[in-house]
């Protein structure tokens, strides 16, 4: 599960901006951060999901996030902390 943070929308550029932050499963320590952006079809998916469920994007405080995404982030950074 990931939270979002720092999320805005320029509703003149149709542009979300936003950030994903996965925290350790025993702690608050976090372990994947992703700072992201949607524009042009990602924004229409998200203006879609906004009017399909009633929810804004921006509001929305966890986001399921893939089990093996996290891994591989964790992953890579034990590599580079091994350098």
Do not use: P
């Amino acid at each position: 599960m990931a939270d979002m943070t720092n999320h805005s929308y320029k509703a003149d550029k149709k542009i979300y901006y936003f950030e994903l932050v996965a925290k350790g499963s025993t702690s608050n320590s976090i372990v994947a951060k992703i700072i992201g952006k949607a524009w042009g079809a990602g924004s229409r998916h998200l203006s879609d999901f906004e009017k399909n469920t009633g929810q804004s994007f921006t509001r929305i405080k966890q986001i399921k996030f893939l089990n093996e995404f996290i891994a591989l982030i964790q992953e890579r950074k034990r590599r580079l902390e091994s350098w």
